[in-house]
């Protein structure tokens, strides 16, 4: 056996520890610092922030939803009729992008989303994608981080932070237990001059809590019908703030 073999087998699980060390730093760093902004480099992902981007850049925008893709989903087929009968005629914005977690929209933020814009009205509805791997601790700070820059960017605009939606088909969902737990601290957000907490939750859920499929499809991503019920939930307070 030459030497080189010999040493190769000697150091290969020191290499292979440390490479692998590399790959968990990253993935920590990408999918777990809740607060620490990191875009994704993924091509559908960076497409879709370049056309946040372009529409940011045309300006005349008054009214701004941030989010990932439930919020997103507002431009698609199951929510893009009940987009243009609300939000149509109020030059709104949509900053939602699938998959999203808290770290990724801070990035946007920092990186053109909001550029050149002064919207009256932001609407954030963040933190789902956060609640597999997340305390609601973790998902609340990175929650605050979002308030806290958008009132560092936007200092005109009014913030409707919402309450993170429910998911699971009931109460005893793993994950949404994680959001409710988040719900409650983030709602001491609420300063009632530039940031109002609304919790619309129960809008979605039946007497006994449960998700009906209707609304959810897949107990997460909404239906026509569940954009309804979220534009209707939202609605007073839109107005409201719209015209403050």
């Not at 699971?168 to 300063?191: M, P, Y």
Request: glycine fraction near 8%.
């Amino acid at each position: 056996m030459t030497r080189r073999l010999v040493w190769l087998l000697l150091t290969w699980p020191l290499l292979a520890a440390v490479i692998f060390l590399i790959h968990a730093t990253s993935f920590a760093a990408d999918e777990l610092a809740t607060t620490t902004p990191v875009p994704k480099e993924v091509d559908w992902w960076q497409m879709r922030y370049g056309k946040i981007n372009d529409r940011a850049k045309q300006g005349d925008v008054d009214l701004l939803f941030i989010g990932d893709s439930i919020t997103e989903g507002w431009l698609g087929d199951t929510g893009r009729e009940v987009w243009d009968k609300f939000y149509g005629p109020r030059k709104a914005m949509n900053a939602g992008i699938g998959g999203d977690r808290t770290q990724h929209v801070l990035w946007r933020l920092d990186h053109g989303n909001i550029d050149g814009i002064q919207p009256k009205l932001a609407v954030v509805m963040i933190g789902t994608n956060n609640s597999g791997t997340d305390t609601p601790d973790d998902i609340a700070a990175g929650v605050t981080a979002i308030v806290e820059k958008l009132r560092s960017k936007l200092p005109d605009a009014r913030i409707l932070l919402l309450g993170v939606f429910p998911r699971g088909e009931n109460k005893d969902d793993k994950n949404r237990k994680v959001n409710v737990a988040t719900n409650k601290i983030i709602q001491s957000l609420d300063d009632g001059k530039s940031v109002f907490y609304l919790d619309i939750s129960e809008k979605f859920l039946d007497q006994d809590g449960k998700l009906e499929r209707e609304i959810m499809p897949d107990l997460l991503h909404l239906s026509k019908q569940g954009y309804e019920i979220w534009a209707e939930a939202i609605e007073p307070k839109v107005s409201e703030l719209l015209e403050k």
